[in-house]
């Protein structure tokens, strides 16, 4: 943990009051990342409270007072949103399904960062035949289509919620090892790394307290884009109907309202859950789209 | 045949602020001549040299004053008549780095070809190639290389390239911006005087934007001083290097090495050159200025004429002989940066 | 580097690729925990059944002779049999390996097309309101799933307007008469407008991206303020200079395009009941079919890895820094 807090230390001395300073300058000045911010803290709150906060069960079959169940009703005092051709609470199922897409989309994008940027800096510092097979290796999984990939590797491993987030982190990561590898290389070159090279520093050290500080706005940049993309999949994945039985995701939402046929009728049950996967995703986009002006150059040094 | 007058050009940047960049500039230009505008980064030289055909960018803008060429008012064009007949036609462009002044991705001749039949009409495809490659002969190039890509060329050819682009249409004047500024000194001396041979061979006029006064002493007929977006001092060549009647150009001056001195102290001018952003009631210089007075801070100075088209912004221009001869010293200099110094110590 | 020196590199890299990528697919099947078997049989076999099985798909020989033979059937075009469909797998995915293709095709050159015309406008308007617009709405684009589009598209055109089928490849009782009749046929099309606008709304959002932000570089090179001078008209500038220049790096993100675009496909065919590879991948993951979802996978990754190839050899043609090497 010590070597945590001094590479948090190193990247607040460097970038600390200029990039807060920054960020609040930049919330000020863009109206997308206002927007972004405030749509992501309303969908960050229903994922938190969202189980807390539904009326029903998502999953209990709701019935009148005559005792018949209430399918497809269109929304009424009781049911906000509608009930589903089962007769579930689709307001319920609409609060639940943000908390796994945020966790599945960040839990994902945490591990796919992660990997990423270790792979990129490995393969920057070390140069040689190690970058060569990193990036020979990193160049296949950029071959392989994303979403079947996902598909097929669920099919062998089985769809559970932790095999869907690996499995997305696991073509997710790509990207960051890519760009974070090409700006290493970058700020290898630079004079203070020669002079901690010379001084004798270890290669854990350089890597850790001199290179990282400086990916990290780009790190963090990339996070932000990794889980609007994870968010994306898991969605496909769910709408295609491999989501994992526990997971009640507005993707999963998705498929349910297809595979009933009633997309035609019943725009109750359709809309929330689409609108809401396409604003989550805008408003990480939005932030992201913020980040990267912090990200750029005039913050370098 | 080109007279500016009153000119004033201002930016504005990403904080919105304006930039005079430049403040109020007279100047003429006569055919056939080369004058030298120089001054250091930031002085509004080229900003001054862009303006001409209307390249100012998006947050540009000529806010006053008049550009007289050939009868017409450049500055009351459009941007479609200064498309058309104005630009490269009749002012062309010499960049500071040549192989950037290219597109990578077509053949340098095809670039060529491409504004010869642009502004050209009825020349055909041949008849425009074997113009290029009389260009690049001019040029001491070989013709082939007309169907070479811009990275093919070495930095002195890639000049001479951008040389033949620029007067491949004859224009009347030609704008220079530190042209030599990416060579080494020997071709930059070549490039020079081909540039010169050029221009006379040509009948056209050269303004030759630079902050290096040992380049404008050996091509230019005529010199223009800038600073704060000012021309300070203007007069012929000789009389500039010999005797000038600013105390900046005095700085200038004594800032470049003469190899026909024996031992020589360099001076230079201490301070930066000022931001221009809030227009002054003062001498933009004073606040460099070894021999300001009061009176330097109380207004702007009119321009002192002295015979022969010279002429000098400075309350003190009439004692040039004595602020030469105290120029020279360079302790003149550096006595005023410690005084300076010595003053903004005391003000904390 | 000269231009043959430059193309043989890349064939050996395209076969590099691709033996790396079957291999991939053979360690996938490996990777099983559990018994890798049940993936091939169907449940409900008696042990001697199974055992034929496993004997008939050569999975109890060693695991070299089972590599060997599983990359020699790929070359020989054998993917296995489905169990499903009672029938090869090759047999199966033949017709709509094309139905895929030739949507996700179109749809990809289209999504490219409008992605850079769109991108360089976009970037030569850079600051104005009209730019910012426009990245809303690429923004947006961006941000919803394909299902979204594809159903948000179904609710406006089928259901409300009726302009357009709600799905499948052609009508009920047509009749198509060979290859071409079936893909050139104006009914072919008209089932094609929605899933095509659908994939290129997605599609193009990447292309739009990159192509903007190289405008946007480009556009302060010396090189462009030389053509300005130069009096040039300003159509010519955007596309035949900054545009021209901007392009390579769009054609440098055609390998992640490309398998969105197949990634897509599973979903967009779904939505639309488009009968092509992705769906079928989907629905035989969904009936355990593995052979014939590992064989569309295998598929799909070709064809990846083939555009990719493709793109490295428009690249070429498109840089010539690349084919003439610097100053002599």
Redesign the interface.
């Not at chain 2, 990275?151 to 070495?154: A, E, K, N, R, V």
């Given at each position: 943990m010590a070597l945590l807090q001094a590479i948090v230390e190193r990247a607040r001395r460097f970038q600390g009051q200029k990039l807060v300073t920054k960020v609040y300058e930049l919330y000020r000045t863009d109206n997308l990342a206002k927007i972004g911010m405030f749509l992501f803290g309303v969908y960050l709150l229903m994922a938190i409270f969202g189980p807390l906060l539904a009326p029903y069960d998502p999953l209990t079959i709701n019935k009148d007072a005559s005792d018949s169940v209430i399918r497809l009703s269109e929304p009424t005092a009781n049911h906000w949103f509608g009930t589903t051709n089962y007769g579930r609470d689709i307001f319920s199922q609409w609060l639940i399904g943000a908390r796994i897409s945020l966790v599945v989309g960040s839990v994902a994008a945490l591990f796919a960062t992660t990997l990423g940027t270790v792979i990129g800096l490995t393969a920057a510092y070390y140069g040689g035949w190690v970058d060569d097979i990193l990036m020979r290796f990193t160049d296949l999984v950029y071959g392989l289509p994303g979403l079947p990939f996902v598909i097929a590797l669920v099919f062998i491993l089985g769809s559970s919620l932790m095999n869907i987030i690996l499995v997305i982190a696991l073509i997710q990561w790509r990207i960051t090892a890519r760009v974070i590898r090409s700006e290493a290389l970058s700020i290898k070159e630079r004079p203070y790394i020669e002079s901690a090279e010379s001084i004798g520093a270890s290669d854990a050290r350089i890597i850790f307290l001199h290179i990282l500080p400086n990916v990290l706005p780009l790190v963090i940049l990339y996070m932000a884009l990794t889980t609007a993309w994870s968010i994306l999949m898991e969605a496909s994945i769910s709408f295609l109907g491999f989501a994992a039985p526990n997971q009640l995701s507005w993707g999963r939402m998705m498929y349910q309202v297809y595979n009933a046929g009633v997309i035609r009728d019943a725009w109750w049950w359709v809309l929330p859950p689409g609108l809401s996967i396409m604003l989550l995703v805008m408003s990480v986009f939005f932030i992201g789209r913020a980040l990267e002006k912090v990200t750029n150059p005039d913050l370098r040094h | 045949m080109l007279e500016i007058e009153n000119l004033n050009v201002r930016y504005e940047t990403d904080q919105g602020e304006a930039v005079h960049a430049v403040d109020g500039v007279d100047l003429t230009l006569q055919p056939n001549e080369t004058l030298g505008l120089v001054g250091e980064s930031g002085c509004g030289k080229t900003t001054l040299a862009k303006s001409l055909?209307g390249?100012l960018g998006?947050n540009g803008e000529i806010v006053d004053g008049s550009i007289d060429f050939k009868g017409r008012d450049l500055t009351t064009l459009s941007k479609g008549e200064?498309?058309?007949e104005?630009?490269?036609?009749e002012i062309?462009?010499i960049?500071?780095?040549a192989m950037?002044?290219?597109?990578?991705?077509y053949t340098v001749g095809k670039q060529i070809v491409?504004?010869i039949r642009?502004?050209e009409e009825g020349v055909t495809k041949d008849e425009a190639w074997d113009r290029a490659r009389e260009l690049f002969e001019q040029l001491g190039l070989e013709e082939e290389r007309v169907e070479?890509?811009p990275?093919?060329?070495?930095g002195g050819m890639a000049q001479r390239a951008m040389i033949a682009l620029a007067i491949s249409l004859n224009p009347t004047i030609l704008l220079a911006d530190e042209p030599t500024t990416a060579l080494d000194v020997v071709i930059q001396d070549r490039i020079l005087r081909r540039i010169n041979e050029l221009q006379n061979e040509l009948n056209s006029s050269m303004i030759l934007v630079t902050h290096d006064m040992s380049v404008v002493a050996e091509t230019c007929d005529r010199i223009a001083v800038m600073y704060g977006g000012r021309i300070v001092e203007c007069a012929d060549t000789e009389t500039i290097l010999k005797n000038p009647k600013h105390p900046y150009t005095i700085g200038l001056r004594n800032a470049f090495p003469d190899i026909t001195e024996e031992s020589q102290e360099l001076v230079s001018i201490p301070g930066a050159p000022p931001e221009l952003v809030d227009p002054v009631d003062e001498c933009r210089f004073a606040p460099r200025c070894p021999f300001a007075k009061t009176e330097c801070w109380d207004g702007h100075p009119d321009a002192t004429h002295f015979g022969d088209g010279h002429r000098a912004e400075c309350f003190r221009a009439h004692e040039g002989e004595q602020l030469r001869a105290a120029g020279e010293d360079p302790e003149t200099w550096t006595d005023m940066q410690d005084e300076k110094q010595a003053s903004e110590v005391s003000h904390d | 580097m000269g231009l043959k020196e430059y193309v043989t590199r890349r064939v050996f890299h395209l076969i590099i690729t691709y033996w790396a990528f079957v291999t991939t697919l053979f360690a996938l099947f490996r990777l099983l925990p559990g018994d890798p078997t049940t993936l091939y049989l169907q449940s409900g076999m008696t042990p001697e059944e199974r055992q034929r099985a496993l004997e008939r798909l050569g999975l109890d020989r060693p695991l070299y002779v089972q590599y060997f033979d599983y990359v020699t059937d790929l070359l020989t075009g054998d993917l296995g049999w489905s169990f499903r469909h009672k029938a090869e797998v090759y047999e199966v995915l033949a017709t709509k390996f094309w139905n895929t293709i030739f949507l996700m095709g179109t749809a990809l050159i289209l999504a490219y097309i409008i992605g850079v015309l769109l991108g360089a406008i976009l970037g030569w308007w850079r600051?104005t309101r009209r730019e910012k617009t426009g990245l809303i709405g690429v923004l947006i684009a961006r941000s919803s799933p394909e299902f979204w589009t594809g159903i948000v598209l179904l609710m406006v055109f089928v259901f409300w307007l009726n302009w357009f089928p709600s799905g499948r490849m052609r009508s009920i009782g047509m009749v198509v008469d060979g290859f071409w009749d079936k893909y050139l046929a104006w009914d072919f099309v008209y089932h094609m407008i929605l899933p095509l606008t659908t994939a290129v709304l997605y599609y193009m959002t990447m292309p739009v991206l990159v192509m903007r932000s190289g405008m946007v570089n480009i556009l302060t090179?010396?090189?462009i303020?030389?053509?300005?001078?130069?009096?040039?008209?300003e159509w010519t500038i955007l596309y035949k200079?900054a545009a021209?220049?901007s392009i390579l790096p769009v054609v440098t993100i055609a390998a992640v395009t490309s398998g969105v675009a197949i990634g897509g496909s599973l979903v967009i065919e779904t939505v639309f009941n488009w009968p092509g590879m992705g769906r079928a991948m989907v629905e035989a993951v969904s009936f355990n079919d593995y052979q014939l979802a590992m064989g569309a996978f295998f598929l799909m990754g070709s064809f990846v890895i083939m555009m990719n190839f493709v793109a490295d050899l428009l690249y070429v043609y498109?840089?010539?820094?690349v084919t003439?090497?610097?100053?002599?």
């Open positions: - | 055909i390249l998006r200064l498309r058309k104005i630009r490269w036609k062309s462009m960049p500071q780095n950037n002044g290219f597109d990578p991705v491409q504004v642009h502004h070479d890509y990275h093919q060329f070495s | 600051g090179s010396d090189f303020e030389i053509k300005k001078a130069e009096g040039l008209p200079h021209r220049n498109l840089d010539p820094r003439y090497g610097g100053e002599q």
